[in-house]
């Protein structure tokens, strides 16, 4: 949809052509906007990065990422084998399907239960400014432009009000000097 609303109306020398590629991902936090930065947009050499950051979900899901780091490796391991190999071993094959039982009964004991807190979302504002300063680093190793997009939670929206989070991505981006629009 932005694509089509930043695309000209008319065409011809000296209008600009306008792509819009989303790499968004629900449920994703900011250490995987991180690598996908890394391992996917810099390789397309974009002219502009745009990074939203939702507080409610972004913060608090950083800090479940990393309490969950070792559950979630482990839950990928039996992905190294291909997926055709593995497709096909699921259907034909029970002692596989024995031993997958078991392996996932096995990781699923490191698995943290989270229940996201205030004091979650404050220690997830350490992980975003840290992912955010290796994202800078990024920026200037590649000459990648980022612009940081924060989501203002839905009460702040019907008050019409100004929040501390938007206060803090302000003193952030300022700090890490992103641009940043509110």
Request: no cysteine; glycine share 4%; proline share 6%.
């Amino acid at each position: 949809k932005l694509e089509m609303n930043l695309k000209p109306k008319v065409s011809g020398p000296g209008v600009t052509h306008i792509e819009v590629l989303n790499f968004g991902i629900q449920g994703y936090s900011s250490p995987q906007y991180l690598a996908v930065l890394k391992e996917d947009v810099v390789t397309l050499k974009p002219d502009l990065v745009i990074i939203t950051i939702y507080p409610s979900n972004d913060l608090t899901g950083a800090v479940s990422f990393w309490k969950n780091k070792k559950y979630t490796n482990l839950m990928a391991v039996p992905d190294i084998i291909s997926y055709p190999i593995n497709e096909f071993l699921k259907k034909n094959s029970r002692l596989y399907l024995f031993l997958l039982t078991k392996y996932y009964t096995f990781a699923k004991k490191y698995e943290v239960d989270f229940k996201p807190s205030r004091e979650h979302e404050e220690e997830g504002w350490g992980f975003l400014k840290e992912d955010l300063k290796n994202a800078r680093l990024i920026m200037k190793n590649t000459n990648l432009r980022v612009v940081l997009l924060p989501i203002p939670r839905p009460k702040e929206v019907l008050e019409n009000t100004s929040s501390e989070s938007q206060e803090r991505f302000d003193a952030l981006a300022k700090d890490l000097g992103f641009v940043y629009y509110d």
